[in-house]
């Protein structure tokens, strides 16, 4: 049987939008918050281990109206996914925001109680066998605490964030459902949504993907005022919070949400920086591969065979299955009681939002993923991405909640490791030597794409909150700075770029983490490294990935490799490592391709 294309939201919440048991769902966990936040008020600063225990039972409810708070925000997000023109789910939207500030603000005074505790005690109560399993989150929670503003005044930023920081940040869907580009197909006009164009930029005839970039282009150019104010009040927000925080450097909140050092980043961006001539060799070999003096942004992930089969998704899903199992059966298992369960959407249909994204429900064990598969490896490639987010979920169940919060660093881990054990198993496995180039081909789009777009925008972004800290910018200068970022990324050695990128892309809108970049090269690069180790060491390595990634909610980065992998992140051998195994695809490229320019 044909696997279903659109995913099963009906066994969380029946009845979409329209939902009664939605409905009953937001309006009870509503009345939940609403007495955690008279309960917090009456939280005292304990002064005996005694005294500690009413925390404790706070802490349990918390948590139970975190996890539900995050199942609501996931389908719903799922909804507003799904059809950009559900206007009952971008209410839901909307209430379900404003929930989780109370909560946050729940949060913010709780911790401040935390602040306040002996620290004597402090460190007797965090070692007792009620909370120790909560040491680490804890620790962390009072630290921050200790860096930011009084709880009454977070609680009122965070009020104010619901209509103007989030609500902004809220804009992109509001303009990108709004995007409609014209296409010519089989003599006749169709619009597409701005998902369904994006497909058709990767589209492997020439002509199709220019006149598609130039008219994905123009409608983001004529977007561009609205996604300027969009940026101007995200990013302005975010400056004048963080200067009454005390705080100057606008690294310093992703950092910490990372749980990672400024010298780690530094680190791995040296190694990358370093990189890139190799890659400047491949950009350069491709574009003679294509016939071309030089490659356009739209050529940098253009297949070299114009004739490229599409792929089926049933066909995609069985191979992602077979290639997960050679490393992990829990891996190929899960994989395939997703495929099975329905919770993957791809259908490639209008009005569906552009990218890809995997959410978790963490009180009802379950996960969705949501793209649009249009037959081509790069979607293969996604879809496999998602599935290693859905995995690292998956791995979690029985963690205490707040356990499973882990940085968007690491969970980019698990996704990228999955697209590498597709890729190189099918690299490994290719029929024919053609197959074999394609295949190697796409893989090494992924370095390109993490060493050189992501920092691209990680460039682009740090550069923006600087000048943005003298005033607002207009859409101009902001393209100017992205054409710029990009320019130096990678390394000068495109003969176009794409000046709207920002305006198009949806991570600069993103208010839950910001600098919404440089974590996913974190993860491709610490994927990478993982990978190789794991070729090392063969079957029994995939007990200690399962290991790593149950352990990526209760540590530092650093921590985390020094524990599963006896590394030191500050240091560049192992970011080299990962870089080697990179600059290998390449080599292998450019000697298979020698003969034919």
Known sequence: MALQQTWNLESIFPGGSSSPQLKTFIETLEKDVQQLEQDVKALDIPETIQDASSLEQFLGHFQRAYARIREVSAFVSCLTAQNVNDKKAVQWSGRVTSLSA?????????????????????????????????????????????????????????????????????????????????????????????????????????????AMFEKWEQAWGNSADYCADTLNHLSGYRLKLYENRGWDDVLKEPLAIGRMSQQTLDTMWAVIQDTKPVLVEYLNRKAKLLGLDGLSWSDVDAPLSTSAAKISYDDAAANIVEQFRKFSPRLADFSQMAFDKGWIEVEDRPGKRPGGFCT????????????????????????????????????????????????????????????????????????????????????????????????????????????????????????????????????????????????????????????????????????????????????????????????????????????????????????????NACVDDIKQFLQMTEHRV
């Not at 995995?391 to 697209?419: C, D, W």
Request: proline residues 3%.
């Open 102 to 210: 109370i909560l946050q603000a729940v949060k913010n005074q709780f911790d401040n109680i935390l602040r306040g505790m002996d620290d004597e005690l402090w460190a007797a109560w965090t070692a007792s066998d009620q909370v120790s399993d909560l040491d680490f989150v804890l620790n962390e929670s009072r630290h921050l605490a200790q860096e930011k503003m009084s709880p009454e005044l977070e609680s009122l930023a965070l009020s104010l964030g619901v209509d103007g920081y989030h609500g902004w940040g809220k804009m992109y869907d509001t303009i990108v459902k709004n995007i409609q580009i014209p296409y010519e197909e089989e003599g006749k006009t169709v619009l597409l949504s701005a998902g369904q164009a994006f497909n058709k930029m990767h589209d492997p005839r020439r002509e199709v993907r220019q």
């Open 360 to 579: 978790s429900f963490p009180a009802s064990d379950q996960t969705r993923i949501f793209m649009t598969f249009g037959g081509t490896a790069s979607n293969v490639s996604t879809l496999a991405h998602e599935l290693g987010h859905a995995y690292h979920q998956h791995v979690m169940r029985g963690i205490p909640v707040l356990n499973q919060k882990y940085a968007m660093n690491v969970a980019e881990t698990a996704s990228t490791f999955a697209e590498m054990i597709v890729f190189d198993a099918m690299v490994k496995g290719a029929g024919s030597e053609d197959e074999k180039l394609a295949l190697l081909e796409e893989k090494i789009q992924n370095s390109v794409a993490f060493f050189m777009n992501i920092h691209a925008r990680f460039l682009f972004e740090t550069r923006f909150y600087d000048r943005r800290k003298n005033g607002l910018l207009s859409s101009e200068e902001i393209s100017e700075m992205m054409v710029e970022a990009q320019k130096e990324a990678y390394c000068d050695t495109l003969t176009s770029y794409h000046p709207h990128f920002w305006a198009s892309k949806l991570h600069f809108y993103i208010t839950g983490t910001p600098f919404y970049n440089f974590p996913y090269t974190f993860g491709y690069m610490f994927s990478t490294g993982l990978y190789v180790r794991a070729l090392e060491e063969g079957p029994v390595f995939a007990e200690k990935y399962d290991a790593l990634l149950r352990d990526t909610g209760v540590m530092s980065v650093e921590n985390l490799a020094k524990k599963h992998l006896n590394v030191d992140l500050t240091e560049r051998d192992f970011w080299q490592s990962a870089a």
